[in-house]
């Protein structure tokens, strides 16, 4: 059945397209791992049209899927339906509400489909900005807190999720539900990190603070692993004396080989620079440590000292420091600058085998023994971050799974496959070691989880839920219980895959 047949043009604001132009432009995503060309796509006008559309789905005789699409920057297809509907929710002006500032309560309620970047301009206008952030901003918000959102922030005010306020949501239902802390609580924790299975977001308001000017961003250098990780987990647990003098931003990454030619994250130094090569002589694996300390222009004065005291406490090779002061919005947009970069030399839409984990503080020193001194070679295609977070910034009762451990690790395998004559580089290649690492950490017992989760099978992701998945299955039965959202995660067979008369 074909939702233009249920769905009179009329019932809708926006509009429904079946046109093969737009149904191929929804059907690809950054991955390029996979495609799925749905029925028709949805340009919404409204998050009554969202609605609109998912009621039209869950009342009919013959359900159809509907996925919502942000900016299509998934890995494996998760925004895709193959057998229904995708309502792409970003990139067109019409849908979207402007942001609205909140001066006084200090939050912004935003669209479901506004880019992180928009959020900014928009929030910047009142010299405010949210607290919490993702390294790249063209991603939309709907997107990130489907999954978390993560980056250099989260040690102290913990992921995006941990930083909304209050959602509007369109359920599986086809209801257009608000849910916060203290209505629909239910729903509002089940949506955060709840990879689009619950309901579609349609506005989100988010916690600002007041936006800092400028940022000193500094790079350090280590050749010990257990030196680099004790100074990351020293300078997260900071985060508990809300007085003490700490950095803002602490992320890192694993310097495996020189060439790094898709190292679009190294925008103010080159693995090729001396000081790098010459550490690097002996083949060993280096660390880099990335730290940000925000300011206003007025404290100048204060801020040398300041990162001073703090470099002191750290261990890193001495004269390994690499600083450099740039505004705000800069820092926050460096990954975009990268990005253009690389578009200019063709290597942005090449396929993206990206694996992104989160490992338990007390087995991450078996992954530097077995992946990045072991498997990996000394060839890696893409920066390898890798930065530790406090559980204790993320609320057990939202979706997303974590390890059980007060600190865990994001490592994050930032691949690109290329088609170059060199073997190591390929697709298949990457991809057969994304199995190797996964199968390293199974055989060894590391408890790891998959962040941006990936499974092809319901077995595999019982497991992936572990405890939660009782919780997890009970709430996609209660706000989506025709499996209607977003089944290009495969975690629920759509209702239309089903054997009806086997039910
Ligand atoms: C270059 C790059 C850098 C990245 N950096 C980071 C990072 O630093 N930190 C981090 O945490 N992540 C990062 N990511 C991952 C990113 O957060 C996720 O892939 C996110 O889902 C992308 O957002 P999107 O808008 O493109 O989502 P899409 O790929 O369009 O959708 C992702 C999933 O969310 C669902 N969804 C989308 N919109 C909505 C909505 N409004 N309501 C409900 N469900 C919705 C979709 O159905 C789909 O299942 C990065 C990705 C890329 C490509």
Known sequence: VYPTEILRSGDLEGHLSMDPSDVVSVSRDFGGLSSAEPMAVLYPASSRDVARL???????????????????????????????????????????????????L???????????????????????????????????????????????QAFNHGPQISNVHELEVVTGKGELVTCSEDQNRELYHAVLGGLGQFGIITRARIALERAPQKVRWIRVLYSNFSAFTEDQEFLISLHRQPEAL?????????????????????????????????????????????????????????????????????????????????????????????????????????????LNLFVPKSRIADLDEGVFKGILGNKTSGPILIYPMNKSKWDERNSVVTPNESVFYLVAFLRSALDNGDETQTLKFLENQNQQILRFCEDRDIQVKQYLPHYTTQQEWMRHFGDKWELFSRRKMEFDPRNILANGQAIFKPYFDLDVASL
């Open 54 to 104: 998912v009621r039209s789905s869950y009342e009919s005789a013959r359900v159809f899927g509907v996925s919502a699409r942000g900016h299509g920057h998934s890995i494996n297809g998760q925004a895709m339906t193959g057998n229904g509907v995708v309502i792409q929710m970003s990139g067109h002006r019409k849908a979207a509400p402007p942001p609205r500032v909140s001066e006084r």
């Open 106 to 152: 200090m939050y912004v309620d935003v669209w479901g489909g506004e880019l992180w970047i928009d959020v900014l301009r928009s929030t910047l206008e009142y010299g405010l900005a949210p607290k919490s952030w993702t390294d790249y901003l063209y991603l939309s918000v709907g997107g990130t807190i489907s999954n978390a959102g993560i980056s250099g």
């Open 246 to 354: 700490k950095f803002d931003y602490v992320e890192g990454f694993v310097i495996v080989d020189e060439g790094l030619i898709n190292n679009w994250r190294s925008s103010f130094f080159s693995p090729r620079n001396p000081v790098i090569s010459s550490l690097h002589a002996d083949g060993g694996v280096l660390y880099c440590l990335e730290i940000a300390k925000n300011y206003h222009q007025s404290n100048a004065l204060a801020i040398d000292q300041e990162v001073e005291a703090l470099l002191k406490k750290l261990k890193y090779i001495p004269g390994t420091e690499f600083t450099t002061d740039l505004p705000y919005v800069d820092f926050l947009d460096r990954v975009h600058k990268a990005e253009l970069k690389l578009r200019a030399k063709n290597l942005w839409d090449v396929p993206h085998p990206w």
